[in-house]
C-alpha cells in the first residue's frame, strides 16, 4: 500500500487556507452556478500548473500568491494573456467567496517556543524578524 507523501509546507500557519480548501469551499456553496463553479475550479488549478505545485500545498493568501503569479509567463502555459487575466481575476473572486483577507497579515506561522529559543541565541547584530513571515520578499 502506496503511503501519501504530505504536500505541508512546515512553515505556513494551520490557520491558513490552502487553493484546495477553497476549491472545497467552491464545490459545496450553493448560491454558485454550475457555470461559476467550473470557471472558478479551471481558474484554481491553472494557478496550481502555473505555480508547479498542487493546489493542497499553495497557501490561499495574497502574500504568498501575488509575487509567484506575477512572474507567470502565461505562453508556457499554452493560454493566451486574456486568459492569464482572466484566471488571475476568477484567483481573486474564489477568494472572496472564501473570505480570504486579501491583507493585513502573513501566511507564515510564527516561531514555535523552541525556536525562538534558539534564534534567541543568534548574535545581536544578525538582524532576524519577529515572526518568518518577515522573510517574505
Given amino acids: 500500500m502506496a503511503s501519501r507523501v504530505s504536500n505541508l509546507n512546515p512553515f505556513a500557519s494551520g490557520a491558513n487556507s490552502t487553493l484546495d480548501r477553497i476549491a472545497e469551499v467552491i464545490n459545496t456553496d450553493?448560491?454558485?452556478t454550475s457555470r461559476q463553479r467550473a470557471d472558478l475550479l479551471s481558474a484554481l488549478r491553472?494557478?496550481?500548473r502555473a505555480i508547479a505545485l498542487p493546489?493542497?500545498?499553495?497557501?490561499?493568501?495574497p502574500a504568498f500568491l501575488r509575487p509567484r503569479l506575477t512572474k507567470v509567463k502565461p505562453a508556457r502555459l499554452g493560454i493566451s494573456a486574456a486568459r492569464w487575466a482572466n484566471v488571475r481575476s476568477l484567483l481573486q473572486t474564489a477568494l472572496a467567496l472564501a473570505d480570504v483577507p486579501m491583507a493585513g497579515r502573513t501566511y507564515l506561522a510564527p516561531l514555535s517556543a523552541d525556536w525562538e529559543a534558539?534564534?534567541?541565541l543568534l548574535p545581536k547584530r544578525v538582524h532576524r524578524p519577529a515572526t518568518l513571515g518577515q522573510f517574505q520578499g
Fill in 30 to 32: 450553493p448560491s454558485i
Fill in 55 to 61: 493546489l493542497d500545498a499553495i497557501p490561499a493568501h
Fill in 118 to 120: 534558539l534564534a534567541a
Fill in 46 to 48: 491553472t494557478v496550481g
